[in-house]
């Protein structure tokens, strides 16, 4: 018996131990599991707010080995015409999984289910055998996949990262322009998966996009008090019609309600009823359906609704809709051109009249300026004249067409050609040889303000307004003309030798046909805004949004929009500016202005309504700034650069010499007209 009675004890004892081990096991489990979440919860807030920490409290600024110069980034420019759309059948297990795998991702959630549904059908199937790479670090891609059968390994400069199952987006980077891979990814076991090029990509996202713009004008021209709108009115209307869904019943519109909002019917029907006097019953009216509209006097100024409308569709009802002040704000906004520079081009081609008969090789070179993606630019002189110097910048054409930047090359000849603006860089002359495209330039010795930036560390409000006002003339000038620029930044804002602003670089610049949109992908990561990332195509509004973006970065000395690399940068974009955090050291009218032109939809942003970019001029924020005074250059600078003469450059950085061996010759006659 005792043994019995000892065995039980121990058996008690040792499910006693198990149970306080499994206790333990899962306290353990519970607090790994906190861990995860901590650390998940503080890379979230990493990527969130590195970008807001204020340099003031960095004891000597910020240093050049802490602050690097970034490079702008373009995709192949796009036409109406561009690619053919293939769609490949796919079972529905597999349409499903793809869809789920681009709504999980942080990038690709953000397109609109149209353009995912076209995703889905374009993906065509490819097999990798387990071991074989399937994105290599450091080369250049153009395709992103969705695996659906497998496992994947995840690497970075040879070290093990994580290990993907099915339903991940892979590279999807690669989508939005040319880039090298961040990372290795290689087949663990034998893989299935989906896969799209950057080509169907954009092709998808411009033509829905374009089809979506024209089926909305079409519905607006049915309106009367729209249609003796001009066409680009129409389109700036149909770019901020919102599309709302109703259930099948729901009263959209209810009587005796006071309202300020249009309606068109996209999808479904509606049943139009009227409250009869002394009696709860409504009398039907009639049916609206696809097409037609309804509270269109609210947009006019009478809001009180006079009669019910009620979905009347089992599947519900979609109605793209527009409110009164969102409508005035356009409305009144949309005027000519302005022709206040008429003659300036007559008097641009007299100024260059001048350079006529230079040759490239009455040209000396004594300094490099800056070293860019395409080549250099030295300071020049032309030999017998040591009074002047210029900025000589050349670009090598072979690396031009390697990256099909062609187009963007002829447009920065003929817009910075023609511009006569004090905020904008001269263009006196191009050259060619075999080897380089070359541009005659104005010099700016003042430096470039990326650098005055990187030595203060910051700018107070003073300072940053006297810049932001410099870049708002040369907007008003560009912009007056259509030309949008898309390339704002500290690095492409040189100083003359007075100290004022000067606008450079023109490389992304395009002319626009009044009211249209375009669709390349283009500029600086930490600058580009959302409509671009999302390429719902864009226009001079996003010029807008990245001066909302330098005004921040010179208050704080670093933009609102950063992340550890591109992809988590315009993921932070997508969020939005009420996402961040502004440093208290920003003042309460400069971080207003800043919202205001960093608003998600482009129709929104200050400078794009009503006044146009004058609403930006007469902001609280620029309260008692001299205009006249900046345009007619007698306004005292914040910062006087020193200036000794003609060749000083002491203020840019020293760059070694040119080692990169000579390009090759390119002999393909894209540049007849250069």
Request: net charge negative; proline share 4%; with cysteine.
């Amino acid at each position: 018996m005792d043994s019995i009675r000892d065995l039980k004890r121990l058996l008690y004892e040792r499910t006693a131990t198990l149970r306080r081990r499994e206790e333990v096991i899962e306290l353990l489990e519970k607090a790994v599991e906190e861990r995860d979440i901590t650390i998940h919860y503080l890379q979230n807030e990493i990527d969130k707010f590195r970008q807001i920490v204020d340099f003031s409290l960095l004891s000597g600024g910020i240093g050049p080995a802490q602050r690097a110069k970034r490079q702008a980034i373009s995709a192949e420019p796009l036409t109406k015409d561009t690619g053919i759309i293939v769609k490949f059948h796919k079972l529905r297990r597999s349409r499903e999984l793809i869809k789920a795998a681009i709504l999980d991702n942080d990038f690709m959630k953000n397109l609109e289910l149209t353009q995912i549904r076209e995703i889905v059908d374009c993906m065509y199937p490819v097999t990798f055998s387990s071991g074989s790479i399937i994105i290599r670090e450091g080369d250049v891609g153009s395709i992103v996949y969705v695996m659906e059968e497998g496992k994947v390994e995840v690497s970075r400069d040879g070290k093990y990262l994580s290990t993907l199952a099915p339903g991940k987006v892979l590279g999807e980077l690669a989508i939005l322009y040319n880039c090298k891979r961040t990372a290795t990814i290689t087949a663990a076991t034998d893989c299935q998966l989906w896969a799209i090029d950057r080509q169907c990509f954009q092709t998808i996202m411009m033509r829905t996009g374009l089809s979506r713009q024209a089926e909305y004008t079409d519905f607006l021209k049915s309106v009367p008090i729209f249609k003796n709108l001009p066409e680009e009115t129409l389109i700036k209307i149909s770019d901020v019609l919102e599309e709302t869904f109703y259930n099948n019943g729901d009263y959209i519109i209810r009587q005796g309600a006071r309202g300020d909002t249009f309606f068109i019917i996209s999808r479904g029907q509606v049943r139009v009823t009227i409250k009869q006097p002394d009696t709860p019953e409504e009398k039907y009216i009639r049916t609206l359906s696809k097409g037609d509209f309804f509270g269109e006097k609210a947009l006019q100024g009478d809001d009180l609704r006079t009669a019910n409308i009620i979905a009347d569709d089992p599947e519900g009802v979609s109605c793209l809709v527009i409110d009164r002040e969102t409508f005035n704000q356009l409305i009144s906004s949309l005027d000519e051109i302005r022709t206040r520079y008429k003659d300036e081009l007559v008097e641009r081609r007299r100024l260059n009249e001048e350079f006529k008969d230079l040759r490239l090789q009455d040209l000396r070179p004594l300094a490099t300026l800056g070293v860019g993606g395409f080549g250099r630019v030295e300071l020049v002189q032309i030999v017998g004249d040591s009074t002047r110097s210029f900025a000589l910048k050349q670009m090598k054409k072979a690396q031009i067409v390697e990256t099909r930047q062609q187009q963007h090359i002829m447009s920065e000849k003929r817009i910075m050609g023609e511009a006569d603006c004090d905020f904008v860089v001269k263009l006196f002359k191009t050259f060619k040889d075999r080897k380089y495209l070359y541009m005659l330039m104005e010099a700016c010795l003042g430096g470039e303000l990326w650098t005055v930036l990187r030595d203060k560390g910051h700018f107070d409000d003073g300072t940053t307004r006297f810049y932001t006002a410099c870049v708002v003339e040369a907007f008003d000038y560009l912009h007056s003309r259509n030309i949008i620029y898309r390339d704002l930044k500290p690095e492409n804002l040189l100083l003359d030798s007075q100290g004022y602003v000067k606008l450079v670089d023109f490389g992304f610049a395009k002319r626009l046909d009044h009211g249209r949109k375009t669709w390349t992908f283009c500029g600086t990561p930490e600058y580009v805004a959302p409509e671009v990332i999302l390429n719902k195509g864009h226009d001079i509004s996003a010029d807008y949004w990245s001066l909302g973006v330098l005004m921040f970065e010179l208050l704080t000395g670093t933009p609102p929009f950063t992340g550890g690399d591109p992809m988590k940068t315009y993921n932070i974009i997508l969020k939005g500016i009420d996402a961040i955090e502004f440093p208290r050291s920003i003042t309460r009218n400069a971080t207003a202005l800043i919202k205001k032109l960093c608003r998600d939809n482009p129709a929104e942003r200050l400078g794009y309504q009503k006044g146009g970019i004058s609403e930006i001029q007469k902001h609280k924020w620029f309260d008692g700034f001299n205009w006249e005074g900046l345009r007619a250059r007698t306004l005292e600078p914040p910062i006087m650069p020193r200036v000794q003469n003609a060749t000083d450059t002491t203020n840019f950085d020293e760059y070694p010499p040119d080692s990169d061996p000579p390009p090759p010759d390119d002999l393909s006659g894209w540049d007849n007209d250069f």
